[in-house]
């Protein structure tokens, strides 16, 4: 049984698509583990750094990851969050 011609462009551009999406997201997610990591050595090694300043950053890291990934308030919130509050912890030592 032969597929028409019509179906088989139909299931190609859905592959392409479906590659695409997975592409586009792959970048997004590289981009949030560039940023935090850069907001990490920021945070750790900034000897200017206030207080006020690096939850600033964190507050900024989460906007920006937000609008990369809506609805994902909780992946950030267990994933990056609580490495964010152990470096401004240890940096300016609060128990």
């Known amino acids: 049984m032969d597929i028409p011609q019509g179906r088989e462009q139909d299931s ?6 479906t590659q695409s999406e997975a592409q586009e997201e792959a970048r997004k997610i590289r981009r949030l583990q560039i940023m935090i990591s850069m907001v990490t050595s920021v945070l750790s090694q900034d000897p200017n750094l206030t207080m006020e300043e690096a939850s600033e950053m964190v507050a900024n890291a989460k906007r920006a990851a937000l609008a990369m990934f809506p609805d994902k308030e909780f992946a950030f919130d267990i994933l990056y969050k609580p490495r964010l509050q152990r470096v401004i912890r240890e940096r300016f030592r609060i128990q």
């Open 12 to 17: 190609s551009q859905i592959q392409a698509t």
